[in-house]
């Protein structure tokens, strides 16, 4: 059973930093692509950050992010990073990482696996 476990959600001031982890266990990591979503009240569920599995490290930002935030992979210990600065009150939301094997990293119906969401709240 394939299990993704998130930590380093919080409070914090706008203009504060806060990392994100999620580690996964049960299957090889490194092949997966592994995405951070986030959705806040009201909102739908939206892609953040992926980095691509087997790619030699490519990687996605959607724009509300860019340059704000960086996702990394260890693939020895298994876990995924969200290294969030700059960080604003609309970054509030629930944050989730989840795992796909194949499939565009861009489709949130090729994520097979979630974690349980952590809370991200930014205080103005």
């Known amino acids: 059973q394939v299990q993704l476990v998130e930590s380093g959600g919080g409070l914090v001031q706008a203009g504060g930093s806060l990392r994100l982890s999620c580690a996964a266990s049960g299957r090889t990591f490194s092949i997966y692509t592994m995405a951070w979503f986030r959705q806040a009240p009201g909102k739908e569920r939206e892609l953040i950050a992926a980095?691509?599995?087997?790619?030699?490290?490519?990687?996605y930002y959607a724009d509300s992010v860019k340059a704000r935030f960086t996702i990394s992979r260890d693939n020895a210990k298994n876990t995924v990073y969200l290294q969030m600065s700059s960080l604003k009150p609309e970054d509030t939301a629930i944050y989730y990482c989840a795992q796909s094997y194949s499939g565009p990293y861009y489709d949130v119906r090729v994520y097979d696996t979630w974690g349980q969401g952590t809370q991200v709240t930014v205080s103005s």
């Open positions: 980095a691509i599995g087997s790619s030699n490290g490519r990687t």
